[in-house]
């Protein structure tokens, strides 16, 4: 939910924020993606949710595309206009966190089989790695704020 520190370990962010867009608010956020293709962005909207299970304390986030959000596209950048994830985490009861997550995103263009064969043997494992890190290192970032 931080974009702020979303930026600061994660080596695609080329831009991230939240803004009003004609009273609608949405994130605008744009990924580097390696040369020669095009960086791609996103426009979405999100929304947490803090449920009590019982005693469990289980927190969800929802967020999707909002291709309705009067925001410009950027000439040289690739919308994508299909997204959607879901997350849920809850303590594991031992000082950790469970996780669960659904992503989604189509990001259009022509992507070469080279680099979905990358994404699936080394960028969605290496970045679910940084993200690990970057929620045990969280508690830090915010005390040197």
Not at 15 to 42: C, M, T
Not at 121 to 142: E, H, I, R, W
């Amino acid at each position: 939910m931080d974009l702020t520190y979303r930026k600061d370990w994660d080596g695609y962010v080329k831009e991230l924020y939240e803004k009003d867009f004609d009273g609608q608010s949405a994130i605008y956020w744009e990924v580097k993606y390696p040369f020669p293709l095009s960086n791609r962005d996103y426009v979405y909207v999100r929304e947490r949710k803090d449920l009590d299970m019982d005693g469990r304390k289980i927190w969800v986030i929802l967020a999707k595309s909002s291709p309705e959000t009067p925001c410009p596209e950027k000439s040289g950048v690739l919308r994508v206009k299909d997204y959607k994830q879901s997350v849920s985490l809850e303590s594991d009861g031992a000082g950790g966190t469970k996780l669960f997550m659904n992503y989604f995103d189509n990001p259009g263009g022509n992507i070469p089989t080279w680099l979905v064969n990358w994404a699936a043997k080394k960028g969605v494992p290496g970045f679910l790695t940084d993200m690990q890190k970057a929620c045990s290192n969280y508690k830090n970032y915010c005390q040197k704020k």
